[in-house]
């Protein structure tokens, strides 16, 4: 069971400084628009927490019809579907802050990125995750015996950033069934410019091993790291952190996996 509890705390109060300015194209208004501040919950999603960014950009548009709001990195349309700090992780790691992030109200991409309307896409995703996790981990059985209202407070801890609300829920999706590790981790890995991967990884080896961060890396990205240790040329990213390549996957999966259950790993280069 996940009962590091400082270290779930400090995971949960990450934040990413971010600086927001509109589309040069998108303003309608005499007034030159002010940039927006905001410090963004790693765990959270961008269209999630950024009702403020709307409401402040939104007056210099002069009530012209608007799409979707998104929002790119350096010309980059952003996936509101990653966690904030995947996004941070793998796009903007290694560059300064504050993150520097343009609005826009209109011309969605929606070749690049999926469309999110209203929270409710925001929650229906998420929720997905959480069964997609908890069937890798434990045959679905946990979410599938938890009451709509679990379900809820798992939701609702999360977009009201409450720990304590998401953290009474979510250790039962962590907790060891029958004295057993999980089945199996739910992990993503990202790189730049490419889908992330994703498959199956057992936490224990057939004779009963903890196995690493290091050898899920060298299974899956052998060519990056042939040895079961860190390149130099590149960095691993989990939470924004670089864990130890001995640390063990199981850990790792209880106490950094995000509010969705999965392990975000990102996989980028050292400059």
Not at 103 to 117: D, G
Not at 150 to 179: A, C, I, P, V
Not at 180 to 200: G, H, T, W
Request: with cysteine.
């Amino acid at each position: 069971m996940a009962d590091d509890r400082e270290v779930l705390r400090e995971v949960w109060e990450g934040r990413i400084p971010a600086c927001f300015d509109l589309s040069p194209d998108e303003v309608t208004s005499v007034e030159t628009p002010d940039p927006y501040f905001l410090l963004l919950p790693r765990l959270s999603y961008l269209t999630l927490v950024t009702e403020k960014v709307q409401r402040h950009f939104k007056k210099y548009r002069e009530s012209v019809d608007t799409d979707e709001i998104w929002f790119d990195f350096e010309g980059q349309p952003l996936k509101w579907h990653y966690p904030v700090g995947v996004l941070y992780d793998l796009l903007a790691s290694s560059g300064t802050l504050p993150w520097k992030l343009t609005v826009h109200f209109k011309s969605y991409p929606e070749q690049e990125i999926l469309h999110c309307r209203d929270k409710e896409a925001i929650e229906a995703h998420y929720m997905s995750c959480v069964k997609e996790a908890d069937v890798l981990k434990h045959r679905g059985i946990v979410i599938n015996n938890m009451q709509r209202r679990d379900h809820k407070q798992l939701w609702s801890g999360l977009q009201n950033d409450k720990f304590d609300q998401f953290w009474t829920t979510n250790r039962k999706l962590m907790e060891h069934q029958n004295e057993e590790p999980f089945r199996y981790v739910p992990f993503k890995i990202y790189e730049p410019d490419k889908m992330y991967l994703q498959r199956l990884f057992k936490p224990y080896s057939e004779d009963g091993e903890p196995l690493t961060l290091g050898h899920l890396l060298k299974e899956f990205l052998p060519d990056t790291f042939p040895d079961r240790e860190s390149v130099e040329a590149v960095k691993v990213l989990v939470q924004g952190t670089e864990p130890p390549f001995d640390t063990p996957i199981q850990w790792l999966s209880e106490h950094l996996s995000h509010p969705d259950n999965f392990l975000h790993i990102c996989v980028v280069n050292r400059t």
